[in-house]
């Protein structure tokens, strides 16, 4: 995932059925805009790392657990940055954590 990508409309999911994620779902996601300057929203690079994590952990089977994804946490964006909408993030996190939690059961 590059690092630092421009926020873009996210793209329709292509997840399974049962909603796991694959390692390539999580590589094509985009985030919307935020709705507004007052909406919260998260430093792009630290959610963009965070995100190959997750990538090498799907792709590995190791490395993550669901805790790790329930307790991360992103700093706002920088002064002048736009950044990823808080709410589409933690979405996504959401998503990730379940993926994780099926794959272990």
């Given at each position: 995932?590059?690092?630092?990508?421009?926020?873009?409309?996210?793209?329709?999911?292509?997840?399974r059925?049962?909603?796991?994620?694959?390692?390539?779902?999580?590589?094509?996601v985009?985030?919307?805009?935020?709705?507004?300057?007052?909406?919260?929203?998260?430093?792009?690079?630290?959610?963009?790392?965070?995100?190959?994590?997750?990538?090498?952990?799907?792709?590995?089977?190791?490395?993550?657990?669901?805790?790790?994804?329930?307790?991360?946490?992103?700093?706002?964006?920088?002064?002048?940055r736009?950044?990823?909408?808080?709410?589409?993030?933690?979405?996504?996190?959401?998503?990730?954590?379940?993926?994780?939690?099926?794959?272990?059961?």
């Amino acid at each position: 995932m590059p690092a630092g990508r421009p926020p873009a409309e996210p793209e329709p999911a292509t997840a399974r059925a049962d909603g796991v994620l694959s390692a390539d779902d999580v590589r094509k996601v985009m985030f919307g805009k935020p709705t507004s300057r007052w909406a919260k929203r998260y430093h792009e690079d630290q959610v963009d790392d965070f995100l190959d994590v997750v990538v090498a952990a799907l792709e590995t089977g190791d490395g993550l657990t669901v805790a790790d994804v329930r307790e991360v946490r992103f700093g706002r964006p920088g002064l002048g940055r736009l950044g990823y909408p808080a709410e589409e993030v933690d979405a996504l996190m959401v998503r990730i954590a379940d993926t994780l939690d099926a794959r272990r059961g």
